[in-house]
């Protein structure tokens, strides 16, 4: 039998690996184990939050393990990455660096990584407090963003000509202010291993223009071989900066005439179903591959079998109140791939202001990638939601 220590969350990973004949111990968060936990581990190790990024607690917990017991230990979530480094360190278990970890989740490590590269091309600055969002350049928009969330969570764009002191009220400082980019978004998949690249898919992204919220994505547009190409040497220099040597990643970057801006990266997954739509659209298991890869330790083998158009659409909420009902009013045609509700009945709707108040999202082909597109947000607009103020 063979043993894997997993931290963090993404449950759905880790059957499979229980599939694959591991047994399982886990280290998560206290507030987030489940009645039905001890079905999938063998020992379920329940910490605090804060304790992610206690040293001292993590030393004793390694003391506390038995490396020769395992042989995996990862993280296929975003939260715990600091712990998986430090601990994989410690008990001499293949993982990303701290410093990885830290660049890839604090947006301004991330930018300074970046200085002296060609992807070094917008301005960004820390803001400590809200007056210090005066020393901004008046000539461009801005986008101010928390430095370590995801979710697409309190974001804000920043226009100096249209714009009061109080619209910041809500931040919580420190804040990353970066210039704006106007151009369209994508997102690439991509394994690296030992300077070797894989591109799952370049993933077209559409986002709400209010919030930065994505309520829609094309998985695997085609783009054309240069392109290709320069996608691929951005993601050299990026992962070669950042320290990112092997595993699944998660890059945003914008596109304005030709030239490459990054956003953000990531070594997980990309959220938002883009792991069930390239599954769609290849007839390749993309969740087999990240699990492949991580017992394995190198570039797994992507062979897409089809290539089927597929664009996943998300409902945003209405207005802000409970929501006591979401059903979509009619059944789905052959073109509807997968759909589902994503927040349940009593919940309460804020004001729209990130990735998680969104209430569905369906995955939908088409005669190409447009019409994937259209099928997904029309069948969006089939749902029926009932919100109500109490
Ligand atoms: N510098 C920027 N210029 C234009 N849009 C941006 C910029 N930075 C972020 N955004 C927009 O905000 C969204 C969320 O920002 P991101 O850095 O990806 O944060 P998160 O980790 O919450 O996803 C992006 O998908 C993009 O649409
Ligand atoms: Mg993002």
Redesign the pocket.
């Known amino acids: 039998m063979k043993r894997a220590l997993v931290i963090g969350g993404f449950r759905s990973y880790h059957i499979k690996l229980k599939e694959r004949g591991y047994i399982i111990d886990i280290i998560k968060e206290k507030h987030k184990i489940k009645s039905d936990d001890s079905n999938l581990y063998n020992l379920i190790i329940g910490i605090n939050e804060k304790d992610y990024l206690n040293r001292n607690f993590i030393e004793n917990i390694s003391s506390f393990l038995d490396k020769n017991n395992y042989d995996l230990i990862y993280n296929y979530s975003e939260k715990g990455q600091e712990f998986t480094a430090v601990l994989c360190k410690i008990l001499n278990f293949p993982y990303h660096s701290f410093s990885t970890v830290k660049a890839v989740n604090n947006k301004f490590v991330m930018r300074e990584k970046m200085c002296g590269t060609e992807y070094d091309n917008i301005e960004y600055k820390l803001l400590h407090c809200k007056n210090d969002i005066l020393s901004l350049s008046k000539t461009c928009d801005w986008i101010l963003k928390p430095l370590n969330s995801?979710?697409?969570t309190d974001i804000l764009k920043y226009s100096p000509r249209n714009f009061k002191i109080s619209d910041l009220d809500n931040l919580k400082f420190p804040i990353l202010a970066e210039e704006f980019i106007n151009g369209q978004e994508y997102?690439v998949e991509a394994f690296v291993h030992k300077n070797n690249i894989e591109i799952l898919s370049i993933t077209k992204k559409f986002i709400d223009k209010i919030t930065f919220v994505?309520i829609g994505h094309t998985v695997r547009e085609s783009l054309d071989i240069e392109t290709m190409h320069k996608i691929e040497g951005f993601l050299r220099v990026v992962f070669n900066r950042l320290g990112i040597e092997s595993g699944i990643t998660h890059t945003?970057f914008k596109l304005v005439n030709d030239k490459i801006f990054l956003?953000?990266t990531?070594i997980r997954m990309g959220g938002d179903n883009i792991s069930e739509a390239i599954s769609l659209a290849t007839g390749v298991n993309v969740d087999d591959l990240i699990i492949d890869e991580s017992i394995d330790k190198q570039l797994p083998n992507f062979c897409p079998q089809k290539n089927i158009p597929v664009s996943i659409w998300f409902a945003l909420p209405k207005k802000v109140g409970y929501l006591k009902k979401a059903e979509f009013k009619c059944s789905k045609t052959a073109n509807i791939l997968d759909e589902d509700i994503l927040i349940s009945s009593g919940t309460f709707l804020p004001k729209l202001h990130s990735s998680f108040e969104r209430v569905a999202v369906v995955l939908a082909t088409g005669t190409n990638r447009e019409d994937s597109l259209d099928n997904a947000r029309k069948r969006v607009k089939e749902l029926v939601t009932t919100i109500e103020k109490k």
């Open positions: 995801w979710g697409s997102s994505e945003e956003i953000e990531h």
